[in-house]
């Protein structure tokens, strides 16, 4: 099995590359993971909001692995605990599929996306930024990889 996050945006902030590289190294053992970049749609004055957040969705739903199992990162998803999240990746090995894990642009999801999607996951009520999201789900997914694995990583 193997892991996509398919975040719309480009060019990270160097502490957020280095910070998701240093993650997915780690993850690799258990979970290979790749980082996905998606051109936003074009915003600006005088620009068709819907429009671009429609652009963006369709390049996020072709970079999706075929038969992969899509998890959104959405405010209205479910959320987990450190050890729920382990439980899910447990089961989402269980599947034999790849995953996929979807940030979306400024104003959220497109509908293509949304209707693609398997499930959502909550990071929690705050509103992050983007970059910041792709750091926590490279952490999370490693925190609970190493639950799963019995690693001293996660000491709750």
Avoid: C
């Avoid at 060019?11 to 790749?34: I, K, M, N």
């Avoid at 599929?97 to 693609?116: M, N, S, T, W």
Wanted: proline residues 5%.
């Amino acid at each position: 099995m193997k892991a996509r996050l398919i975040a719309v945006g480009e060019r990270a902030p160097a502490w957020v590359a280095e910070g998701f590289a240093d993650y997915r190294t780690r993850l690799s053992h258990w979970l290979p993971f790749e980082l996905v970049e998606i051109e936003p749609g074009l915003r600006g004055k005088g620009r068709d909001v819907v429009r671009a957040q429609t652009d963006e969705g369709l390049r996020v739903v072709s970079a999706i692995p075929r038969n992969a199992w899509v998890v959104t990162l959405d405010g209205g998803g479910r959320g987990y605990t450190s050890e729920q999240l382990a439980q899910r990746l447990e089961h989402w090995r269980g599947q034999g599929r790849d995953l996929a894990f979807l940030i979306g642009g400024p104003e959220g999801h497109a509908d293509a996306v949304l209707q693609r999607a398997d499930e959502s996951w909550s990071l929690g009520p705050l509103t992050l930024p983007h970059m910041i999201v792709r750091l926590v789900v490279a952490e999370q997914l490693y925190r609970a990889a190493a639950l799963v694995a019995n690693h001293p990583y996660h000491r709750a």
